[in-house]
């Protein structure tokens, strides 16, 4: 399937990808950015902002999406939840936002890892946004995830129901996700959730999905255009249109999501402080 025109990305050259490629070697880092070739890497490294992925750059699962590698990772890196702490440092930020791999193969699943990463960074003044896996729907490792104290948990659903056995690995499922982001919702802490287009779902699932969303506590919903990362993943089945996007963002505000960022390029992760500052933060206190 050709691409249409609107999927083409112009982003004004900068020095902040080679600069920001070479901090993150040297600190032994993986980004999500650089594992799922995200689209807006360019625009998002160039402003200085990347999305730090824990545990390694190997999953434990094989999503049909996932441009991430699947197989056997090697154990957590102890020094990873420092060395995040002193690149956020370096690179000035005050929204950091962490994800990891899906680590099975752990008795915890590298929650703890997660959590020590969360309150190293909390400590240090900064806002947390934790994209996590569904542990398997293991409540007590989310709370673990929880009590670390990060400002957004987000766990992304990714599709609508009917097309979750084709899209995702066979351990995720989407009441799991559910049952994973009510649990997370409670005080203080802001649940969020992404859903990929193009994939052969109806108006009306999504549509559907949304409610789901509203109805396990979550407030915050990116949606975008899944892109295919290579012949070996699943075919787009369809180029939703930006004004398709634009409609279903105005349906979900009017749903009662405090934001909805919806786009082509948008990602789980896309511009997330500076919606969750200027959409969230900001409603609050006015």
């Excluded at 680590?103 to 240090?124: S, T, V, W």
Aim: proline share 6%; aromatic share 6%; with cysteine.
């Amino acid at each position: 399937m050709t691409k249409p025109p609107w999927l083409t990305i112009r982003v004004a050259p900068g020095d902040g990808v080679p600069r920001l490629r070479t901090l993150m070697r040297s600190s032994r880092l993986h980004t999500v950015c650089e594992e799922a070739h995200c689209p807006n890497m360019q625009e998002c490294w160039s402003g200085g902002t990347a999305t730090f992925m824990l545990m390694g750059d190997v999953c434990t699962r094989g999503c049909r999406f996932c441009h991430v590698s699947s197989g056997t990772p090697g154990p957590p890196d102890a020094g990873e939840p420092e060395n995040i702490l002193l690149a956020a440092k370096e690179m000035q930020l005050s929204y950091v936002v962490l994800t990891s791999v899906d680590r099975d193969d752990l008795e915890d699943q590298g929650a703890e890892h997660f959590a020590e990463a969360i309150r190293l960074l909390k400590q240090e003044g900064f806002l947390v946004e934790a994209l996590i896996p569904d542990f398997r729907g293991e409540t007590a490792l989310v709370s673990r995830v929880i009590a670390a104290g990060p400002d957004v948990l987000g766990h992304n659903i990714e599709t609508v129901s009917r097309l979750q056995g084709r899209v995702r690995d066979r351990r995720a499922n989407y009441e799991q996700s559910l049952k994973v982001l009510r649990h997370a919702k409670g005080p203080g802490v802001y649940t969020k959730s992404s859903l990929m287009l193009g994939l052969g779902e109806t108006e009306e699932e999504i549509l559907a999905t949304m409610d789901d969303l509203l109805g396990a506590g979550v407030s915050l919903l990116t949606l975008g255009q899944y892109l295919r990362p290579s012949r070996r993943h699943l075919p787009v089945a369809e180029y939703v249109r930006p004004e398709v996007f634009a409609e279903l963002r105005s349906a979900a505000l009017q749903k009662g999501f405090l934001y909805c960022a919806a786009g082509p390029f948008v990602r789980s992760s896309y511009r997330a402080g500076e919606l969750f500052m200027e959409r969230v933060l900001r409603k609050i206190s006015g």
